[in-house]
Nanobody, 121 residues
């Protein structure tokens, strides 16, 4: 019904940058909030950033100065620009989308498959 396909994860040196993308497709009637979580080995999944359909953004405090979330509503795509990357940013990054599918009376959350970001020191 709905697919979220992520791309952009890679191995990068500390101080480098990456841009993640996540495109939603399928029987989507309306996209609400979209965002990114990440999960490092042995740690809980944590929120990185989110963006509402109107463009309001929110970030985890530790990433606010270095990461920028944006979206292209025409493409049902959310982006995460990550600058000044640190080894502690190493994790699997998951995108999500809160959306209505055809026939639904309430939104559900859908997840991408995850993309690996590795930052070497």
């Amino acid at each position: 019904q709905v697919q979220l396909v992520e791309s952009g994860g890679d191995l990068v040196q500390a101080g480098g940058s990456l841009r993640l993308s996540c495109a939603a497709s399928g029987s989507i009637v309306r996209l609400n909030s979209m965002g990114w979580y990440r999960q490092a080995p042995g740690k809980q999944r944590e929120l990185v950033a989110l963006i509402t359909s109107g463009g309001t953004t929110d970030y985890a405090d530790s990433m606010k100065a270095r990461f920028t979330i944006s979206r292209d509503n025409a493409k049902n795509t959310v982006y995460l620009q990550m600058n000044s990357l640190k080894p502690e940013d190493t994790a699997v990054y998951y995108c999500y989308a809160d959306l209505y599918i055809k026939g639904a009376n309430y939104p559900n959350r859908y997840w991408g498959q995850g993309t690996q970001v590795t930052v070497s020191s």
